[in-house]
């Protein structure tokens, strides 16, 4: 008994020896083989199945395998480039802070430039925190009547200061090219120009006016990121006047609208 013992130890740790003399070669398919290796050359690789040591050699390209774990231990990795080139792309990541210049801003009371911050709120990159300034100047020359005809009854800014801080909603997140639709607080102050009835002259004249304007506005955007470092966009918002007061005056309802064109930078 103790004869028919050792020798089944015996078999034991001789087939463990041969099962850890083997070599694996590992494919990019997730194929395993089992083999002794005999050469390793610049794109080949020639071995012998481990299971007929005593048959055929065999070769393998290495752009086949991902890594050879030989025997004694040891580990060779070949084709990691081409394994890391399958995975999904991680996607680039944008900043969540937006600086930004506007060299032409339209606005119902004139021509403008502006500056703005913007900050997305959450991870996906579906809310933010906008915060534009506009400045407003006398584009008008001469004795230019905006409005010949009587028609109209707004004003035109000689220096006008406002600022529209609001929430943007982008339906998609983060992206090259996306939407944006949110609503903001208009806040505008400064003096206007009008061309109006002087009962005094009894002709039409320019008239300065100080002009204060609190209200709400609802934006639509275009917004493009052709690099997470830099923003390209298109605004316009409509909205109306909550307040309108022109020298501390109540004046009637005022419509709001304004057009930007926006460059600036992602951190």
């Known amino acids: 008994m103790k004869i028919k013992q050792s020798y089944l130890a015996i078999v034991a740790v001789l087939l463990a020896n041969a099962a850890s003399a083997q070599d ?77 210049f506007s060299p032409m801003t339209l606005s119902n009371v004139g021509i403008g430039v502006g500056l703005g911050y913007e900050r997305v709120l959450d991870k996906d990159g579906i809310f933010a925190f906008v915060l534009p300034i506009s400045y407003f100047y006398n584009n008008l020359s001469g004795d230019y009547d905006p409005y010949p005809y009587g028609g109209g009854n707004s004003s035109q800014a000689i220096n006008f200061l406002a600022v529209a801080p609001g929430i943007k909603i982008y339906p998609t997140g983060f992206g090259v090219v996306r939407y944006g639709i949110g609503a903001s607080l208009a806040f505008g102050t400064g003096t206007t120009r009008s061309y109006e009835y002087n009962p005094l002259t009894g002709y039409n004249s320019y008239v300065s006016n100080d002009r204060f304007v609190m209200g709400f506005m609802v934006n639509n955007s275009l917004n493009i990121n052709p690099t997470p470092k830099v923003y390209l966009g298109l605004e316009m918002g409509m909205g109306t006047s909550y307040v309108n007061q022109i020298n501390g005056i109540e004046d009637n309802v005022a419509f709001l609208v304004q057009f930007g064109i926006k460059a600036g930078f992602r951190f």
């Not at 089992?34 to 050699?57: C, H, L, M, Q």
């Not at 070769?59 to 050879?68: G, P, V």
Request: net charge positive.
């Open 24 to 100: 694996k070669m590992y494919k990019t398919n997730g194929d395993v083989i089992d083999a002794k290796v005999k050469s390793v050359n610049e794109n080949v690789i020639t071995y012998k199945r481990f299971n007929n040591p005593d048959g055929p050699d065999y070769q393998i390209k290495k752009a086949e395998l991902s890594r050879i774990k030989y025997a004694n231990g040891t580990e060779e990795e070949y084709n990691v480039r081409m394994q890391t080139s399958n995975t999904p792309r991680s996607k680039p990541k944008y900043g969540k802070n937006i600086l930004t």
